[in-house]
């Protein structure tokens, strides 16, 4: 007798920082739907995340961007087999609208509901591309993102081993951080790449951390930057970072721009062929998080994979993928009266 193969639709939400997503994805690899609310304009005025104004955005937005991802998917609640939420790590008010609403609607619908750490999501964008290459194990994965910077070693699905990570800032911080000093609008990441594009990376010499093994450190990259910026427009290290932008031209802008980005991608590419020696059993390595979008970095690595770069960033169908291989790995589902969230967990836990 043949068996039924039955499609797995999952309803993915992520609301861990400042997006407001939700997508329906069918047995992990096919995106269905993926709509995402970005706050990005609201924060670019304050030039960062403000947790609590994060926290109502998404109370506000979290219901129409479920209802819009299930109109989109063609979808009603019975199509829906699991409901997947991120529940670390994250902001604390944020990460709980998605859960407490995630709950509600697990129980309101009868749905099994599963937790998904954030930054397994990211990795498992990499499943989503659409096109008929999938990473194969054990594979290493690059997670780059705005709050981590680590290199995992992945034997099999959801096998997460922490291999090396960041002893202070991650990278996408310090994207971030420079892009501020330099007067760049925020999210640092994107407007840094911009700028590089006119910019000389050969310009200024920045240092590279020594750091130990696969672990990595940014505090300094971003400091140094600061003490080149001072250094250039002749003022002492005690001038305040905020008003060192009314002092450059767009020129020099431009080159810090690019000699940083060159910097942070060069010590990305030696930690990552430092870990491929170490692990030379690999046969796919898999770049994840929001600094994945980076053009420059894409150019560096041919042969890694990189989810489709409006996946890069925090999304929904990532959360519903990662889920999908969690459910076929053996994890069960959690309990909706009980879930709770954890603001800084680890991947291995
Ligand atoms: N083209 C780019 N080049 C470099 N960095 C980028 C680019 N696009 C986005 N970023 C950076 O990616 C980060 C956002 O990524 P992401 O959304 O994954 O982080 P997060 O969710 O806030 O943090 P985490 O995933 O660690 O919890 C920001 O620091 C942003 O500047
Ligand atoms: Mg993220």
């Known amino acids: 007798m043949y068996g039924i193969i039955m499609a797995m639709k999952i309803l993915g939400i992520e609301t861990s920082c400042d997006e407001t997503a939700a997508a329906v994805v069918e047995n992990g690899t096919v995106i269905l739907s993926n709509v995402v609310v970005s706050q990005i304009d609201i924060f670019a005025e304050y030039g960062g995340v403000?947790?609590?104004?994060?926290?109502?955005?998404?109370l506000?937005?979290?219901?129409?961007?479920?209802?819009k991802a299930l109109d989109d998917a063609s979808c009603t609640w019975e199509d829906i087999d699991a409901i997947a939420v991120t529940h670390a790590p994250g902001l604390l008010g944020s990460l709980l609208i998605g859960t407490l609403t995630a709950r509600t609607l697990a129980i309101l619908h009868n749905k099994p509901l599963y937790a998904v750490h954030h930054l397994k999501s990211h990795v498992y964008a990499n499943w989503l591309r659409g096109d008929s290459f999938a990473p194969e194990f054990p594979l290493l994965a690059l997670v780059?993102?705005?709050?981590?910077?680590?290199?995992?070693?992945?034997?099999?699905?959801?096998?997460?081993?922490i291999v090396g990570t960041t002893h202070d800032d991650a990278v996408g911080e310090c994207f971030d951080k420079i892009a501020k000093i330099l007067g760049l609008p925020y999210p640092g990441g994107p407007s840094i790449s911009k700028a590089a594009l006119k910019g000389n990376p050969n310009k200024y010499r920045l240092p590279h951390p020594?750091?130990?093994?696969?672990?990595?450190?940014?505090?300094g990259l971003k400091t140094a930057v600061l003490r080149a910026v001072q250094k250039e427009v002749n003022v002492p290290i005690s001038y305040p970072s905020h008003k060192l932008k009314e002092l450059l031209s767009a020129e020099q802008v431009n080159d810090f721009a690019a000699s940083f980005q060159k910097t942070a991608?060069?010590?990305?590419?030696?930690?990552?062929?430092?870990?491929?020696?170490?692990y030379p059993d690999i046969q796919s390595v898999v770049i994840a998080g929001g600094v994945s979008a980076n053009k420059a970095l894409r150019d560096a690595l041919p042969d890694a994979f990189f989810p489709n770069v409006s996946l890069s960033g925090d999304n929904g169908a990532m959360v519903a993928a990662a889920c999908f291989f969690e459910i076929?790995?053996?994890?069960?589902?959690?309990?909706?009266?009980?879930?709770?969230?954890y603001p800084r967990v680890s991947i291995e836990n």
């Open 50 to 58: 403000i947790p609590e104004v994060a926290a109502r955005s998404h």
């Open 328 to 341: 076929e790995s053996g994890v069960k589902p959690t309990d909706p009266y009980a879930l709770n969230i």
């Open 265 to 278: 991608i060069n010590i990305l590419c030696e930690k990552l062929a430092a870990a491929k020696e170490e």
């Open 144 to 161: 780059i993102s705005g709050g981590h910077t680590q290199i995992l070693y992945m034997r099999g699905h959801n096998q997460f081993e």
């Open 60 to 67: 506000e937005a979290i219901m129409p961007v479920i209802n």
């Open 210 to 219: 020594k750091v130990e093994g696969l672990d990595f450190s940014f505090s």
